[in-house]
């Protein structure tokens, strides 16, 4: 009997993503996904052996039994947040999903609801936040502070003492180097390279990266 059942919120690639890490762990049931932009054509049907229950609307019919889990996968930022605010005020128990083959080191801190794939390494005393995506391949360094709903895409390197903040995205294969701040809500673009710290809300793209889009005041 698995220890735990897992509903995924969301029928996209992130859930694909959630799919295979929680099949990897071994000990989960996937009870199904639920479609959150409610497109009835793809209820019924099943993503890698796991059916679409329904929309948002079903959930008060999916949401039950004791060792229930779910987990949001979604890749935009502002709907990921207020899905995760719906399922708090349900009450709902958030899972965190670390691929086996992932290198965590122990005195990693790790918050609720994240997502961590095969091949990522996470180096010593790092903090990592709730609703956290960690994809395939990322390396992140020592002392490194991932704050919540932080998603760095595959082969990102995060060097030791950078500090990522709220809802920021790291693109695939992008860097960033020892000691930089990149602000909350800010994107860095995939293979930049960041010397320097990136403000809020900002894109910043290129080797060196440079700021290609700011903030509105």
Known sequence: MPNKCLLVIGAGSQA?????????????EVRGLIDVFDNPSIWGKKIDGSPILGNLSVL?????GVNLYVTVAVGDQGTKRRLVSLMTARGCKFATLVHPN???APTVKM???????????IEPHTQVGDYVVIR???????????EDFVSLSPGATIAGRAHVKFSAV???GATLTPGVVIGENAVVGAGAVVLKNVPASS??????AKVIKRAKV
């Open 203 to 208: 894109t910043v793209f290129g080797v060196p």
């Open 60 to 64: 008060d019919q999916v949401l039950s």
């Open 111 to 121: 918050g609720m609801g994240c997502i961590v794939s095969a091949g990522v390494v």
């Open 16 to 28: 694909t993503l959630a799919l295979n890490t929680a099949r990897s762990i071994g000990d989960i």
């Open 170 to 172: 790291i693109y695939t």
């Open 136 to 146: 395939a391949g990322c390396i992140v360094s020592h002392d490194v502070v991932l």
């Open 102 to 104: 992932a290198s965590i």
